[in-house]
């Protein structure tokens, strides 16, 4: 028997290890590949359960073993995975190869351009040496001189071909030749993730500038968003086609009547009579090109344009090329005259700036296309729901509104009440428009008699950083608004009254909760929804929703961006926030003023904040530096246009204007009692800590949270390596794991938190302080840690175990461990609760 059993085992384990062999490779049917592709669409990581009840379930699965329905989908994972990462790699390549194509074309051009410049070096050595001669040649200038084309050249198409190619040539010699010569944009880097290769000219009659950039947009898609102005530049009022026909040669012209806000009450505005010509090239680039038909003495001259001062555009345009593996290369050319002459000297340098034609036009034109390829991607996430087209008409109705307001034209049904030309502030007033007419044009504007009341004012500044002063007027604002007047104005929006009497009485906390929409894709314009929480004084009254909601739009926030203007508008909006909501946009807009002289000087005083982060990418070594550099400062300018609206009824305009002009006042005052504490020459630098007396510098907190941690803890928060102190802030910033700091009140709210931490919660430090530590975690982990917070307390630290928490955007983030521990200040005394969530990822 013992001869008999041994084969049989021999044999038995031959046949299970066959088996095995042979199930280590198994070979799928086209239908049971099908079975499984149909379930890894539904759930790619199926649980066991669910892998048992798909072979029940099917049964061309049944001979297959659990175990090797788990090895597919693993491996079908693994297959998903290389083939996106495959995707994003053949993305990057194509990125890096055209923009090493743009850096070789640039190369070339600037090669081609110092050749130039050796010849006309020569060439003017040459004229020195020779004392005959009378004068040098005008050929030694890289500059296009632009003749003006009379108006009768523009009536016979023949003329209009003529003036058609001859800018098609100048334009293409500015855009990848040496007709202009172009300097870098300061501040601005290229690189395939950056908006593109920004240029400026310099030495050249009129201001121009000049990006290239990659978009993952088709040539015609770009043009036909580029030549909409009205859709993405917000300096245009209106662009009107006059007439279009073909050219004969397979492109289009266009005669086109453009009108431009001015940026402020000081100056009249600017308005174009040009031609614009469309052409598809030999080698398959699509070019729209445009210029000046002539001078002032052409186009349209009916009453509306007599606010406005005839300007010059020079030969500009966009040449668009096809890029390899899809979307294409753009060259944007911006080159203007902006009749410098007809405004105050102390606003000519606005003017003759290169750099603000280039933030305005040319920047603004190639972040707009690629935030649109980026939405049509899918790549851009907003909050409260709202589609991005919807929340991009928002932003730019609060622009059109208050260029609106700051202009005031007649053909609008704007006019300047009386006054004796000595007033420091403008009061207009328009009975054409009202709440009502603004929520719905078609609506009887004869049951609302009355209108909206706008109180503007400029003034001038000296050496004060406009995002500075911008982004305290964001994050400060009971330091200058009234918010009865909010009320005011929000209550007339919401109710349709205009009744003056809409004062009532309300107290308001002074705080404010930031809800944000969206933002662009660098960041450099942010919408959010303001919340002012109220309280009524009367029980009668506390039944009623007393809080009032701002729809705002922040931009230029950020110092080290040259020639952009910093803004602040905001308008009352209802709590529901519907998509046709009335708006009427008030704010502020601050410019700065370079003088020729400092125009290759960047942004001084780059690091300067009023908050926690004062000093998060720099130290106190280099806020010296910016110190002793502030002297250099000292003749900075800029200019500020402050313009406010308010509704109105007929009996009660005179008190509307009184109370707006009373209300202006204030609020200049308030603002040059900023500007004076935030300027380097002011009496007190540290604003900062006068503005919050009970918080430490950025600094001293950051040391106090790590020494605090390696007090409780025995390790270090920052690794084991030894820091100088200037770094702490630094690398606490840019630490991996959220850090977050909160109060001890009794509705703890947190007060600070690194670039994580802000990610996790996906939020901002001006609205981290509306956020309480109740809202973060869901209800079993609040319950978790209201246990652990007396030992937190008694013994200073605790050990969170894994959990789950909610960002403010309403998304589950989990984390694997968390640390908590008191943050001992100076003396041994506690002055908040720190948090560090470590590997922590969205759900």
Not at 571 to 590: C, H, K, Q, T, Y
Request: hydrophobic share 40%; with cysteine; charged share 20%.
């Amino acid at each position: 028997m013992a001869m008999a059993v041994a084969p049989h085992r021999e044999s038995s384990s031959g046949s299970m290890n066959k088996h095995l062999d042979t199930g280590k490779y198994v070979r799928y049917t086209a239908e049971q590949v099908e079975a499984l592709e149909r379930v890894y669409a539904e759930c790619p990581k199926p649980s066991s359960m669910r892998r048992q009840q798909l072979i029940r379930e099917c049964p061309i699965l049944s001979h297959i073993e659990p175990r090797q329905i788990k090895v597919w989908f693993q491996n079908r994972r693994c297959r998903e995975k290389q083939r996106k990462e495959a995707s994003r790699l053949q993305t990057v390549n194509r990125k890096l190869t055209a923009m090493n194509k743009l850096l070789m074309e640039e190369n070339d051009r600037l090669q081609k351009q110092v050749s130039q410049l050796v010849c006309e070096n020569g060439y003017m050595r040459q004229q020195l040496q020779n004392a005959s001669a009378a004068t040098t040649d005008a050929s030694c200038e890289s500059v296009v001189t632009t003749p003006q084309h009379p108006l009768r050249d523009a009536n016979n198409p023949a003329g209009l071909l003529s003036i058609a190619e001859e800018t098609l040539a100048e334009f293409l010699s500015k855009a990848t030749g040496t007709a202009v010569d172009w300097v870098q944009m300061p501040g601005m880097k290229p690189g395939p993730d950056s908006v593109g290769i920004v240029a400026i000219s310099h030495a050249c009659s009129g201001v121009a500038a000049r990006a290239c950039g990659l978009v993952s947009l088709e040539p015609t898609k770009i043009a036909e968003i580029l030549k909409d102005r009205l859709s993405w530049f917000r300096d245009c009022r209106s662009l009107e086609v006059f007439t279009m026909f073909p050219a004969g040669n397979g492109g289009t012209i266009e005669l086109i009547y453009m009108q431009m806000y001015a940026p402020t009450t000081l100056a009249p505005a600017r308005d174009f009579w040009t031609l614009r010509y469309t052409i598809n090239l030999d080698d398959g680039s699509l070019v729209v090109c445009e210029r000046s038909l002539s001078g002032s003495g052409a186009g349209p001259n009916s009453a509306a344009a007599t606010q406005f001062v005839r300007a010059e555009m020079l030969p500009s345009g966009y040449l668009i090329r096809p890029c390899e593996g899809g979307g294409s290369i753009i060259h944007i050319v911006d080159h203007l005259n902006l009749e410098a002459w007809s405004v105050p000297e102390v606003l000519r340098p606005l003017y003759e700036s290169s750099k603000v034609v280039a933030q305005k036009m040319t920047i603004a034109a190639l972040r707009h296309i690629r935030q649109i390829a980026q939405e049509t991607s899918g790549e851009v996430v907003y909050g409260l729901g709202r589609q991005p087209a919807v929340l991009r008409t928002f932003s730019q109705r609060l622009s059109r509104g208050f260029n609106d307001a700051i202009n005031g034209f007649n053909d609008d049904g704007w006019s300047l009440m009386s006054c004796d030309g000595a007033e420091d502030v403008i009061i207009s007033i328009n009975s054409a428009k009202n709440v009502g007419t603004i929520a719905n044009p078609a609506a009887n504007t004869l049951a609302l008699s009355g209108g909206i009341l706008c109180a503007k004012a400029s003034m001038l500044l000296q050496n004060v950083p406009p995002a500075l002063l911008v982004r305290f007027l964001r994050e400060h604002r009971s330091e200058w608004a009234d918010f009865s007047i909010d009320a005011y104005s929000a209550g007339s929006l919401k109710s349709g009254s205009y009744a003056f009497q809409g004062l009532r009485s309300t107290r308001f906390s002074g705080s404010q909760v930031v809800m944000p929409l969206g933002h662009t894709v660098e960041h450099e314009e942010l919408l959010e929804v303001i919340r002012l929480e109220g309280h009524a004084l009367t029980q009668e009254e506390a039944i009623f929703s007393r809080d009032i909601h701002l729809l705002q739009i922040c931009c230029g926030l950020d110092e080290n961006a040259v020639g952009s203007c910093s803004e602040l508008v905001f308008a009352p909006i209802d709590e529901m926030f519907p998509d046709d909501a009335p708006l009427l946009p008030s704010g502020f807009r601050i410019i700065p003023l370079d003088s020729k002289s400092c125009e290759k000087q960047d942004v001084l005083n780059a690091h300067r904040t009023l908050d926690l982060a004062s000093n998060l990418e720099a130290g106190p070594a280099t806020n010296r530096a910016s110190g002793n550099a502030s002297s250099n400062a000292i003749n900075t300018r800029s200019v500020l246009t402050i313009a406010f609206q308010f509704p109105f009824e007929n009996h009660l305009q005179d008190n509307v204007a009184t109370m707006a002009r009373q209300y202006i006042r204030s609020v200049i005052s308030s603002v040059q009692r900023v500007s004076m504490a935030i300027a380097p020459s002011g009496l007190s630098p540290h604003l900062g800590q006068k503005l919050s007396p009970v918080s430490p510098e950025a600094l001293t907190l950051a040391q106090w949270i790590c020494h605090s941690f390696s007090y409780y803890f025995g390790i270090e928060l920052l690794g084991t390596e030894r820091h100088v102190e200037d770094s702490v802030l630094k690398q606490l910033w840019h630490h991996q794991d959220a850090i977050l700091c909160c109060s001890l009140k009794s509705l703890p709210v947190f007060t600070f938190a690194n670039q994580a931490g802000l990610d996790m919660l996906e939020t901002t430090l001006v609205a981290l302080q509306d956020i309480t530590l109740e809202k973060m975690f869901d209800e079993s982990g609040w319950k978790a840690l209201c246990s652990d917070f007396a030992k937190i307390m008694q013994q200073g630290f605790a050990y969170l175990p894994a959990g789950i928490c909610t960002s403010t955007m309403g998304r589950h983030v989990s984390y694997e461990q968390a640390f908590a521990w008191k943050v001992l200040a100076e003396e041994n005394t506690v002055h908040c609760l720190a948090f560090s969530f470590v590997n922590w990822s969205f759900v």
